[in-house]
Structures are given as structure tokens and as C-alpha cells.
């Protein structure tokens, strides 16, 4: 496929099965909530993404998160991925995530996926992982990120992994809060950070970090946008309407479906 029959690219997608592994069943009670809260059922795997994105004629950006250290879940193999974007390099990127609590040894993962395998973005869920986004422990990574002057997205706002579940599974949704990424643009201006998703409740805070700080971009993901609130839809409109992105979170969203609701949202 050639790059201009892209109708669109979807920046946040997410690697859910591995053809790699098996399946790691543990902490499988956090996908069961999630499809509850998304009302989604079927995770496909890599492979079918990318058939799925292919006959949509959408180019997409994969990701895994790797939680770990806070979940005790084995993650999806950054490589995997990044094997399947070379593999279709004329429609996807792939995105790596590397847990923050692994410091810098952490550092020397991203290093080696940057040169080795190719990946052009990392993946961070400061509540799925357990971090604030300043932390320390995370400067080691982000000092790599920054170095290839390569982007990162963050997740920003509620999450609904952990949503319903007693206690929310013990997930701290005030790491998410987009403000604190104001410290992190400042130290690593060349890493460019896209705040994923409507920051709900935090929506306000989002729109400020953007506007002050030219490094920070918000995708659109993980919201029908006819749920957008109000004052997104304006600055999309108006002061960022060059750094906004298109994003679904697929597969818990489709791109069918936020298409659809985009063209009625009120977007010029």
C-alpha cells in the first residue's frame, strides 16, 4: 500500500494477544472490567489488527504497556511488534513501552529497541504502572527518549482498566493527571509528548500544558467524540488545531465508530 492511499493514521492502538507467547491468564480479572467498562469482548491479535487497519486503509502506531512491576503480568513482547512494522512498514510504526520502575536498565532496553529494532515511540500509563510521570526512577528512560529526540505518549485522565473493580484494583488515577507533565516537557524539551485521550476530569489542565508547551500534543483516543467536553472541541478548533491527533484505542474503540461520531462533534 502506498503511503498516500492512507485515508488516515490511527496514533493509538494497542497490541492485545501475542501470536509470540502464550497467554498470560494473570491479572486477567483487569481485562474482564475493562470490557465491561468499554462494553468490548473480543481482543484480536496482532496479526488481525493489522489485517483489520489494512482493509480500513488506516495506517496505525502499536503498543504494548508494560505494567510488570505494578500488574505482575508479562507483557507483549516490544519485539513482536516491532518485527510486525517492519514486516508492514508501508502502514505501521510501532511504539515500545518500557516500565519505568526498571530504571536504567530500563534505559539500556530503550537504547538497544531504538537501535536494534526500530521502534519511533514509547508508550507510559502512569496508573497502570504505578508511577508518578516525574519520578526519578522514570529520568533514566526518558533521558533515552529524549537523546533520539523520539515521542512518547502518555495516558492522561480516568482510566478504565481498574474502573468497578474493589478499590479500582488499586490503580491511582491521580498519576494521570496531565499537569504533571508540565516538569517532564520542561526537562526533555526534545522528547515530544502526546497526552493521550480527554483528560476527564483534569480536561482544563490538558488544554494549559498544550497551549504553554510546544512539545506537547493531545491525541484523541479512547472517547467517542460526541462525549467530547465542550472546551476540547474549541482549542481543537482554535489554538491547537495543529496539535491535536487522531486516535481511537483500539480495539476498544474502532475507528469506524469515532469517525462517525467525529463528523457530528462539531469539529471545523
Known amino acids: 500500500m502506498k503511503h498516500h492511499d492512507l485515508i488516515a493514521i490511527d496514533i493509538h492502538t494497542h497490541a492485545e494477544v501475542s501470536c509470540w ?10 481485562d474482564r472490567a475493562a470490557d465491561k467498562y468499554f462494553g468490548t469482548s473480543h481482543r484480536p491479535t496482532i496479526a488481525e489488527t493489522i489485517a483489520y487497519y489494512r482493509q480500513k486503509k488506516i495506517g496505525l502506531v502499536m503498543f504494548t504497556v508494560d505494567c510488570e512491576s505494578q500488574l505482575g503480568r508479562r507483557r507483549i513482547p516490544n519485539e513482536e511488534i516491532a518485527q510486525a512494522a517492519r514486516d508492514n512498514s508501508d502502514m ?8 519505568p520502575h526498571k530504571g536504567k536498565m530500563g534505559a539500556r532496553e530503550a537504547e ?48 478504565g482498566i481498574g474502573s468497578g473493580m474493589r478499590c479500582g484494583g488499586g490503580l491511582r488515577l491521580a498519576y494521570s493527571n496531565p499537569m ?14 502526546v497526552m493521550a485521550h480527554p483528560s ?9 500544558v498544550a497551549t504553554h508547551k510546544p512539545n506537547v500534543w493531545i491525541d484523541l483516543s479512547g472517547w467517542s467524540p ?21 486516535g481511537s484505542d483500539y480495539p476498544l474503540i474502532t475507528p469506524e465508530r469515532w469517525m462517525k461520531d467525529f463528523e457530528i462533534a462539531g469539529f471545523k
Open 21 to 30: 507467547n502464550p497467554f498470560d491468564p494473570y491479572g486477567e480479572e483487569y
Open 92 to 99: 505501521m510504526i510501532a511504539f515500545a513501552s518500557v516500565d
Open 112 to 159: 538497544r529497541l531504538i537501535k536494534e529494532e526500530g521502534v519511533k515511540g514509547f508508550k507510559f500509563h502512569p496508573t497502570v504502572q504505578g508511577y508518578h510521570p516525574y519520578d526519578k526512577m522514570a529520568w533514566p528512560i526518558y533521558e533515552v527518549i529524549n537523546h533520539h529526540k523520539l515521542p512518547s505518549i502518555f495516558h492522561t485522565g480516568h482510566s
Open 180 to 193: 504533571h507533565l508540565d516538569d517532564v516537557a520542561i526537562d526533555w524539551p526534545d522528547m515530544q509528548i
Open 200 to 208: 476527564f476530569p483534569w480536561q482544563d489542565e490538558a488544554l494549559s
Open 226 to 246: 460526541k462525549y467530547f467536553p465542550k472546551q476540547l472541541i474549541q482549542y481543537a478548533n482554535t489554538l491547537l488545531k495543529d496539535r491535536v491527533l487522531f
